[in-house]
C-alpha cells in the first residue's frame, strides 16, 4: 500500500509540472511569443489544455470574477501541495 501512496506522490507532482506549463504556455501565446498557429505549438497546447481543464473548470466555476487574472491554477497547486504534504503522509502513517 505504501508503493501505491508513492507512486500517487510522484503522480501529483509530474501533474504540478503539467499545470506550471499549461500556465508559462498560456502566457507565451498571450504575449505572442508563441504562435498558436503552428501545428507543434498547437498540438502541445492542446495536450495541455486537455489535461488541466478538467481540474481547472470546477475551480474556475467557484471562484468569483477577477477581470482578467485567473488564479484557478494558483488554487489548483495549492490543493495538489496539500494533498501531497498533508493527506498523503497522514495515509502513510495509517499503514505503518
Do not use: C
Not at 61 to 72: K, N, Q, R, V
Amino acid at each position: 500500500m505504501i508503493e501505491l501512496l508513492n507512486f500517487i506522490y510522484q503522480l501529483i507532482g509530474m501533474y504540478e509540472f503539467i499545470v506550471i506549463a499549461a500556465v508559462i504556455m498560456s502566457w507565451l501565446i498571450g504575449f505572442g511569443i508563441i504562435n498558436p498557429y503552428n501545428q507543434i505549438a498547437r498540438a502541445i497546447w492542446n495536450f495541455l489544455q486537455t489535461v488541466t481543464e478538467p481540474a481547472l473548470r470546477p475551480i474556475r466555476a467557484m471562484l468569483p470574477d477577477f477581470g482578467g487574472i485567473d488564479i484557478s491554477p494558483i488554487v489548483l497547486l495549492l490543493a495538489l501541495q496539500f494533498l501531497k504534504h498533508v493527506v498523503l503522509p497522514n495515509i502513510m502513517k495509517a499503514f505503518i
